[in-house]
């Protein structure tokens, strides 16, 4: 396949990393703004061309592109498609890794139809704690989840599909709003809930107490505080995109939050450690690899 890039940070550098490796008859062209990450992607292999300006990349290589992967943040997700489509032939097939799918992919799909192309919504779901191109790195998406959303073309699905599972990734296909709600219990609420935990932590008046509680941090902590400690502009990206879906995500949180509370404050002990026991042996459905048989 012939296949375009735009945006080579992690998940960018990454994904071309694994097409190139995984079928030596495809080529991958790239783009991004940063003139040193085009030279750098080259470098060690995520694409065999990149360049600032997609009117650089040769004619002959475009006129055979198959997909092209938006890979920049959600908000120029529709720019991008918008600036890309009239400079692409009408048989490519666009797609993102955005987190959010209902605020892009009817929009997306409008822009592409003007052009007689098409698109299909992508949600990869992997990543690591580091950005950049040279972040990027081999097998990065094996045996982890992918969503892609519905296309009036079933063609077009497919070989999206095809794509995410000849990297390793475990397709899954729904609607955008469908997507949009279930990432945000298990992706977008998680982020919040992290940045308010080191916000409330934060708000210890007693210096002392404060630095003894920094000093003590271990595990539990940073395994509980890591995505709230992430991209700030990611985060609020999830929120305006995913604004409705989040909100109820919260208010059910803050349910759940005030039902704990009302344990504790009520010294209701045997009910608290039966509320601890149903959320133990529910945790094992999100996550699945912590858990291993004991012998």
């Known amino acids: 396949m012939n296949i375009g890039i735009v945006g080579l940070g992690l998940i960018g550098g990454s994904l071309g990393l694994d097409i190139l490796a995984s079928d030596q008859d495809n080529y991958v062209w790239g783009i991004s703004r940063n003139p040193e990450t085009c030279k750098q992607a080259v470098e060690i292999q995520a694409v065999n061309v990149a360049s600032t300006d997609i009117t650089e990349i040769p004619d002959r290589i475009l006129s055979q592109t198959d997909i092209i992967i938006i890979c920049t943040p ?3 997700i529709l720019p991008m498609i918008a600036a890309l489509a009239p400079k692409l032939n009408s048989n490519v097939i ?3 890794v955005g987190s959010v799918k209902a605020a892009i992919a009817e929009p997306a799909s409008k822009i592409c139809q003007q052009f007689g192309q098409r698109f299909v919504g992508s949600h990869p779901m992997a990543g690591t704690a580091f950005q950049g191109i ?3 790195e081999r097998h990065l998406f094996q045996n982890r989840p992918c969503v892609v959303t519905p296309s009036k073309s079933r063609e077009a699905v497919e070989k999206v599909r095809s794509l995410w599972q000849s990297v390793g990734m475990n397709v899954y296909e729904c609607s955008p709003e469908e997507h949009d709600r279930a990432v ?3 992706s977008h609420l998680p982020v919040i809930i992290s940045a308010s935990l080191i916000n409330a932590c934060q708000q210890q008046e007693d210096a ?4 003894l509680a920094q000093n003590l941090a271990s595990s539990g902590f940073r395994d509980t505080s890591r995505v709230g400690g992430g991209n700030p502009e990611l985060g ?3 929120a305006e995109y995913n604004q409705s879906a989040l909100l ?3 208010q059910t949180y803050q349910q759940s939050l005030q039902e704990a509370i009302a344990l504790i404050k009520n010294k209701q002990w045997e009910q608290l450690e039966a509320w601890l026991a149903n ?3 529910e945790r094992p459905f999100y996550v699945v690899e912590d858990y291993v048989a004991e012998s």
């Open 184 to 186: 945000a219990m298990i």
């Open 208 to 211: 002392i107490v404060l630095k």
């Open 279 to 281: 959320t133990q042996s």
């Open 236 to 238: 609020r990206l999830m």
């Open 248 to 250: 109820r995500s919260l």
């Open 134 to 136: 040279l972040a990027a």
């Open 74 to 76: 959600i908000a120029a």
């Open 94 to 96: 666009f797609t993102d």
